[in-house]
């Protein structure tokens, strides 16, 4: 199991080491989990806290959302949960990174569904019981 968790004004998150490859980077990036969201988003302060090259990143992609169309680009990524019975969970995706900008540098970087239909989600808000299970 992996553990989440609330937040005081009800938000869920979950964290994790990403790993993006081709640039040899890795660090700890807490997601909020959006089962809106059709892909896994790194947004700025965390990208800025990988230390990501955003002047290298390549494969762009256009995201239609609620605030309008959002530039991303698509990287190779690795992310690792860590289990509750000492293991490690690893999902090999293509994660969106957004460049620094005046739209995205406020933004939460997001845990989609190309993650999260990977595994059961047991979300009990009334009793801060917040947990991702593979079965």
């Not at 947004?43 to 169309?69: K, Q, S, W």
């Not at 979300?123 to 991702?132: G, K, M």
Request: aromatic share 12%; with cysteine.
């Amino acid at each position: 199991m992996i553990a989440g968790y609330f937040t005081s004004d009800g938000l869920p998150w979950v964290g994790c080491d990403l790993l993006l490859p081709r640039f040899g980077l890795k660090a700890p990036v807490t997601f909020l989990i959006d089962t809106g969201s059709d892909t896994t988003i790194l947004h700025p302060a965390d990208g800025r806290t990988l230390r990501c090259p955003f002047d290298l990143l390549e494969n762009p992609a256009e995201f239609i959302g609620v605030g309008g169309t959002l530039h991303y680009y698509f990287e190779p990524a690795v992310l690792s949960f860590d289990d509750s019975d000492g293991g490690t969970w690893e999902f090999e995706i293509d994660i969106s990174i957004a460049k620094p900008g005046p739209l995205t540098d406020g933004l939460d970087s997001l845990l989609g569904r190309d993650v999260l239909n990977q595994m059961r989600m047991d979300y009990d808000f009334p009793r801060s019981r917040l947990a991702l299970h593979q079965d």
